[in-house]
Structures are given as structure tokens and as C-alpha cells.
């Protein structure tokens, strides 16, 4: 279940890197979404993570699983949603969601494998990398 701690004290975190991540804003989620964070075990989600939803919940918006310091493999019954605007913490996730514009893959927090640029390419076509 997704949820978000309302009552939180102003936490700051950037590692130089969200400056430059959005090329051109393009379509985005309205309202945002907040982040189902089960099984992720950061306390920080950075922005330029690759979100997904699942395929049977629509409220169901989760962080790309991660693993060895890169990002994992598309869980079953989800789906690529976009790439997240900011980063956000476990405690208070609200997500602002791209899925329309230009990211520069080059400052996401995880390399993108030729494969998942594909992948994303596919399932967001509207979204285009820098880097291509």
C-alpha cells in the first residue's frame, strides 16, 4: 500500500545531478502519484529512477526494482509508467512522474542497458534520451 508521511521535518538531498536530468518537460502524471516503496530498501528514490505501475492496480506506482547498482528487471504485472521528476523519500514519496519529453539518461541514477532503453522507448514513446 502506498502511503505518505504528512508530518515530516524539511529534509534536503541532491546530488547535483536533478539540475540536468529533465531536458525538456514533456507530459507528466497529473496530481503526481505516491510510491508503493514495498521491497525497496533505499531511503531515497532520486530522481531520474525509472517508475512502473501494475498492470491489474492503477494506484499501484512503484520505484524500478534495483540490483547490484543497477536497476533490476521489470516486476510481473507491471508496466513502464516514466521516469521520476525529483527525488523523494521512503517516508514521503509523492512522485512527480515524466512520461513525455527529453531525459538526459546520462545524470538517472542507474546506467541504462541498451536493452531497457528499448524497453522504455517502446512502452513511452513519446520519451526520448539525450543519449541516443
Known amino acids: 500500500m502506498a502511503a505518505a508521511d504528512l508530518n515530516l521535518t524539511d529534509v534536503k538531498f541532491d546530488d547535483g545531478l536533478e539540475s540536468i536530468l529533465i531536458r525538456r518537460k514533456g507530459g507528466r502524471i497529473i496530481g503526481g502519484r505516491t510510491l508503493n516503496m514495498t521491497g525497496f530498501t533505499d531511503d531515497v528514490v532520486k530522481g531520474g529512477h525509472i517508475i512502473i505501475r501494475s498492470t491489474t492496480d492503477e494506484t499501484d506506482y512503484r520505484p524500478m526494482p534495483v540490483s547490484n547498482g543497477a536497476f533490476g528487471t521489470l516486476t510481473t504485472g507491471f508496466e513502464y509508467a516514466g521516469i521520476l521528476v525529483r527525488s523523494v523519500t521512503k517516508k514521503d514519496p509523492?512522485?512527480?512522474?515524466?512520461?513525455?519529453?527529453?531525459?538526459n539518461?546520462?545524470?538517472?541514477?542507474?546506467?541504462?542497458?541498451?536493452?531497457?532503453?528499448?524497453?522504455l522507448k517502446a512502452a513511452l514513446p513519446s520519451l526520448y534520451f539525450m543519449h541516443d
Do not use: F, S, V
Open 105 to 119: 539518461d546520462k545524470a538517472m541514477p542507474y546506467p541504462l542497458t541498451d536493452t531497457l532503453k528499448t524497453a
Open 94 to 103: 509523492r512522485a512527480a512522474i515524466q512520461y513525455d519529453g527529453e531525459i
